[in-house]
């Protein structure tokens, strides 16, 4: 009964999952940004619980690394956004295949 | 026992959370979602005697970067969400009492998982705690925390650059 390595490990699994899915399936641009940002947050829990688990707090500092990389990739992301939509009016994936044609 | 309750609480609510994210159809529905998340996501580093990582979890995650989110979404979606309906009246009461009860849990959590103490008996006392992060960040990992230092300044003078107008860039 009592919670595991295995519980937290499914819990992440599960969240990494979702994120994909919403990095798969939205068209919003803005949805897919956070869908990611689900992602890496999946990686965290994943990293504070083998922390846990092997008594070593190094799983923690990588936390802070993650989260570093994640604002990173937010403000890039929403920068790259934002121009984007200044010059397309659009933040629908589905219309910026420019590239692909 | 409570530690149980505590991980399903708050574990199934991060989970609702996400598949409420993915499904809601309004970008701003989305982010608050996406928050409340990050919320729960804080309880679960509190059960696993990571109180430092929960503090910057709601610090750094629910506070900076969905602010930065929320900021974007209003600046690129602004008149749809003028056309939005108000908010449905049923869901104001849930709205307020969530959070409040997931915070709730995330302190809870806070006092029942501490290190050297019921699951986590087999953790010295103070791990994760900020100082011994903070050494094990500016000692062992030192070479990493200034490397990503680098890599958030790559991406402040990236965001920057994307940001100014053309014409003012020096390349072009």
Known sequence: ?101 | MWDVILFYFCGSLMLLAGIMMVASRSAVAAACWLIFGFLNAAGIFALLAAPFVAILQVLVYAGAIMVLFLFVIMMLQGPILSAERRPVPGWTWPAVLLPVGVVGAAVAAWFVSAPGTGANAHLPPGFGSAQQVGLLLLNRYLLAFELISIVLLVAIIGALALGLVERRLPWR
């Open chain 1, 1 to 101: 009964m009592a919670i595991g390595l295995t519980h937290f490990l499914v819990l992440a699994t599960a969240l990494f999952l979702i994120g994909m899915v919403g990095v798969l399936v939205r068209r919003n641009a803005i949805i897919m940004l956070m869908s990611i940002e689900l992602m890496l947050s999946a990686t965290n829990i994943a990293f504070a619980a083998f922390s846990r688990h092997w008594g070593d707090a190094s799983g923690q500092v990588f936390v802070l690394m993650n989260f570093a990389v994640a604002a990173a990739e937010a403000a890039i992301g929403l920068g790259i956004l934002v121009e984007i939509y200044r010059r397309r009016r659009t933040v629908n994936v589905d219309e910026l295949k420019t590239l692909m044609e």
